[in-house]
Every structure is written in structure tokens, then in C-alpha cells.
């Protein structure tokens, strides 16, 4: 994967969405990489002048999740109650993470509907799996708002079909949210349904280890990793283009992804799932949605294998709000 070097460049004088760099400028600091062609052993070196985390004024109360990258932990405040997550890398993840960093700390100036970003600090305590015991450990952990619920994943693997209205809410919320991240030039790259919380009402889309800066209009274009040779996270869910062309994710290939995981939710049926041997496998999967006659039409055109006929976030927002409306009518 390509780095580069991390630069800021203002963002344009009319850009609508104001971007406090200051944030940015911080993890500017603390990611100065060579120029020189990426080398991740490098990388390991990387002093991040991170704040220590006072663990006299927080501990860690559950287990959230573990990604590939990283285990995530819920953490609340000893004085104020206040509650976090906590996502904890290891010293050779640290490219990644400084990745996802920048990612969010734009994203949260400009989408507040996402999980915000809250800093990436040092600790020199991690938490042990299976106990409530921390062990001496330095890592570094990015600090983000709580969301509160399982992963989407908890409800595809149910098997129960979700009602419309709640099919099209969640849509709905999600478009809304990858609308926002396109606005600003960012393509999130892993959506899954591993990387969307949902506790029932609220649908998050969370994890932006992958994300990274698309075309012209993306803000901030030096400081995130292009997305030119960036395949994406998880296989299950990559687009064609990006499987045929080894790697260039894009608006359109989200869309593609977000397809994928509203389809698997919606017909309930994982039995195709979690080869991680296949290669494109989402076709035959597509086939079989475009087959179905139940599965609504604005999943089907977020699959179309030309991504050129692939509508946008915002493009779909104001069909499925419609879609919405009059089910929600019908109901009563
Ligand atoms: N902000 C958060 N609030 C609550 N749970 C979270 C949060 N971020 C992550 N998680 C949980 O932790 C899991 C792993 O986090 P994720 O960011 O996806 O890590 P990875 O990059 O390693 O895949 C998620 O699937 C989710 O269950
Ligand atoms: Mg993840």
C-alpha cells in the first residue's frame, strides 16, 4: 500500500463543510514519515508523541470487539461516568492507526453523525481478554465515542429478516452517514457489516482503517493514504472493479459494499458467507439477489457490477426516504 507524505493543504476557500485543522495539524505532527518509498519496518519506529492516558481517571469496564487491527474496549470515566471506546494497536500496527486517526479527525469535523474522534494516546497498561485485569503493556489506543450495540453482523447470523421499516431506517441512516464521508473526498474502504453498530434504533458505520482520500474533491488529499492501490478491508464485500483492478477503491465501490451487507441482512442467509479463500465471490451472491423478487430495487442498483451505473449515497437517500414514508403510512 502506498503512503505518502504527510502534508496539510487548506482546504478551499468556499469548501462548505469548515475543517478545523488543528486536529489534523497534531497528527501531523505525530506522524512525520520519510518521503521515502513506504517501508512498514520503518514505520515500528515511528515516535508518536502521543499523551500518556491517565488511567487514575478511567478503567475499563467490557470487551467491545476485535477487528483485525485491533481489540476495542469500553472505558469509563472514575469521576464523571463518562464512557468511550477504546481501541487498542499494537506498537506494529501503528501505520494503520495513525491512518485511521487522521481519517476520523476529519470525518468528525465534518460528519457529527459519525463515531467521534477523541486522540490517540499512549498507554502503558492493556487490557487482558477473559479478565478484568489490566497488564503492564505500552501500546498506543485511539479514543472515539462509545456507540452503543452489537455489530450488524449479530443480526444477519440471526436469521430473522428485518421488517421494512426498519430495512429502509437503517438504509436510510447509513446513506446518509457515506453520503457525508463522500462529501468530503474520503472513501471509507471496509464496510461490512463487522464495521456498522447497531443497537435496534441507531445505526453507526464505524472502522476507518481503510479509508482514504478519492479525487479531487478529497480535502485534505497529502495527509491520508490515496486510494490508488488501496483493495479495500474485507473480501466478501469488494467490488468487481476492485478485484479486476488489484485495488482502487472508490465512492462507487462503498456503494457496492453497503449493497452487500443490506442484501445479506435482508434475505437473512449467510450460508454463502466467510470464504476467505474466494475470490470475488459476491457473484454469485448478486445473481441470486438479482433474481429475488422481494429484495428491494435500491439494493439491486447498489450492485450493479458497472459501478458507472452504480447510484451515489446521496442520489439514493431521497428513493429510500420514499420508500420510508410510505411504509411507514401503510403501517398505520
Ligand atoms: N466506537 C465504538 N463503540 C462501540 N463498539 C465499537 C466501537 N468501535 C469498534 N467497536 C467494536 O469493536 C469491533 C472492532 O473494531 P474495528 O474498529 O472494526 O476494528 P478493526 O479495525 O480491528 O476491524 C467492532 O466490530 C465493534 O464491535
Ligand atoms: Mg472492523
Request: charged share 20%.
Amino acid at each position: 500500500m502506498e503512503q505518502q507524505l504527510a502534508t496539510v493543504i487548506a482546504p478551499s476557500e468556499d469548501s462548505k463543510r469548515a475543517i478545523n485543522l488543528s486536529d489534523i495539524i497534531e497528527l501531523e505532527q505525530i506522524s512525520k514519515r520519510t518521503k521515502s518509498e513506504h517501508d512498514s519496518s520503518k514505520d515500528v519506529n515511528v515516535m508518536l508523541e502521543a499523551k500518556p492516558f491517565d488511567w487514575d481517571k478511567w478503567y475499563v469496564n467490557k470487551f467491545l470487539g476485535k477487528g483485525a487491527f485491533g481489540s476495542v474496549w469500553k472505558i469509563t470515566n472514575r469521576e464523571t461516568a463518562q464512557v468511550m471506546a477504546m481501541k487498542f494497536f499494537p506498537q506494529s500496527f501503528i501505520p494503520y492507526m495513525e491512518k485511521e486517526a487522521m481519517t476520523m479527525a476529519v470525518l468528525s469535523q465534518s460528519c457529527p453523525e459519525l463515531v467521534q474522534y477523541k486522540g490517540i494516546y499512549k498507554t502503558h497498561y492493556t487490557p487482558v481478554p477473559g479478565t478484568d485485569q489490566m497488564e503492564r503493556e505500552d501500546n498506543y489506543a485511539l479514543l472515539m465515542e462509545w456507540v452503543p450495540g452489537p455489530d450488524l453482523y449479530q443480526q444477519v447470523k440471526s436469521n430473522i429478516q428485518p421488517d421494512l421499516i426498519t430495512f429502509y431506517n437503517v438504509s436510510l441512516q447509513l446513506l446518509h452517514q457515506l453520503a457525508c464521508i463522500h462529501s468530503v473526498g474520503v472513501v471509507h474502504g471496509d464496510l461490512s457489516s463487522r464495521n456498522i453498530i447497531y443497537d435496534g434504533k441507531i445505526a453507526k458505520l464505524i472502522d476507518y482503517g481503510f479509508g482514504c482520500a478519492y479525487g479531487k474533491q478529497a480535502i485534505n488529499m497529502d495527509i491520508y493514504v490515496n486510494c490508488v492501490f488501496n483493495e479495500g478491508g474485507t473480501p466478501l464485500y469488494r467490488a468487481p472493479e476492485v478485484w479486476e483492478q488489484k485495488g482502487t477503491v472508490s465512492p462507487a465501490s462503498d456503494i457496492f459494499s453497503l449493497g452487500m451487507v443490506l442484501a445479506e441482512w435482508f434475505l437473512a442467509n449467510i450460508n454463502w458467507f466467510w470464504s476467505s479463500t474466494a475470490t470475488f465471490p459476491s457473484e454469485k451472491f448478486v445473481q441470486h439477489v438479482e433474481l429475488n423478487k422481494k429484495i428491494p430495487n435500491y439494493v439491486k442498483t447498489m450492485l450493479s457490477l458497472n459501478p458507472a451505473d452504480r447510484p451515489t449515497a446521496a442520489q439514493l437517500i431521497p428513493t429510500v426516504r420514499r420508500l420510508f414514508n410510505s411504509a411507514f403510512h401503510n403501517q398505520r
